[in-house]
T-cell receptor, first 115, second 118 residues
Framework: AQSVTQPDIHITVSEGASLELRCNYSYGATPYLFWYVQSPGQGLQLLLKYFSGDTLVQGIKGFEAEFKRSQSSFNLRKPSVHWSDAAEYFC?????????????FGSGTRLSIRP | GAVVSQHPSWVICKSGTSVKIECRSLDFQATTMFWYRQFPKQSLMLMAT?????????EQGVEKDKFLINHASLTLSTLTVTSAHPEDSSFYIC??????????????FGEGSWLTVV
């Protein structure tokens, strides 16, 4: 069965420092992978997605993620974080390739920014 | 761009009553919509797949008689929490995707609906 693991529950980084959030997936074929961000009490915002092609995906707000099939990973990175990046981040995988496919979410990583 | 809208954004109801949450795709048709539940500081858990014109498909452990889903049109799915209890208090989010394939499209999430049962 498809699954997503985010091993880090909570990460704190200093403002201006680089960031990497880890995500590992389990899927039999080429996965569709997503990163979402959720601010407290808010809905989800899509940061980026990977369907195929270039394994380094650029997203909004300066985020990027790299798909590594050999490691079953899709880690999210940002070279320099801002205080406004403090939020909950979810990695997700689609269970198929159609609009009827489910999205399975990881447990999330809470990002705190140290002034 | 495509938008998925939920209503109400928040609702408070008394224990034992029922409450309905709507999920609308505003500028596209969605034969399939999804309902998620998110408890505080937890991840989103898929509750059910809402299928237009047919019965919803529920995930294991989700009570179909308690969480009634109706997908009567291609732009509207409703989730009714029946005989709500305080433990049903949660953030409910729906999602939908235009078209048949993900390629070139994406999944859109509603803004979520906060349910508090008192």
């Amino acid at each position: 069965a498809q699954s997503v693991t985010q091993p880090d529950i909570h990460i704190t980084v200093s403002e201006g420092a680089s960031l990497e959030l880890r995500c590992n997936y389990s899927y039999g074929a080429t996965p569709y992978l997503f990163w979402y961000v959720q601010s407290p009490g808010q809905g989800l915002q899509l940061l980026l997605k990977y369907f195929s092609g270039d394994t380094l995906v650029q997203g909004i707000k300066g985020f990027e993620a790299e798909f590594k099939r050999s490691q079953s990973s899709f880690n999210l990175r940002k070279p320099s974080v801002h205080w406004s990046d403090a939020a909950e981040y979810f990695c997700a995988v689609a269970t198929g390739y159609s609009s009827a496919s489910k999205i399975i979410f990881g447990s999330g990583t809470r990002l705190s920014i140290r002034p | 761009g495509a938008v998925v809208s939920q209503h109400p954004s928040w609702v408070i109801c008394k224990s034992g009553t029922s409450v309905k949450i709507e999920c609308r795709s505003l500028d596209f048709q969605a034969t399939t919509m999804f309902w998620y539940r998110q408890f505080p500081k937890q991840s989103l858990m898929l509750m059910a797949t809402s299928n237009e014109g047919s019965k919803a498909t529920y995930e294991q452990g989700v009570e179909k008689d308690k969480f009634l889903i109706n997908h009567a049109s291609l732009t509207l799915s409703t989730l009714t929490v029946t005989s709500a209890h305080p433990e049903d208090s949660s953030f409910y989010i729906c999602s939908a995707s235009p078209g048949q394939a993900f390629s070139g499209n994406t999944i859109y999430f509603g803004e979520g609906s906060w349910l508090t049962v008192v």
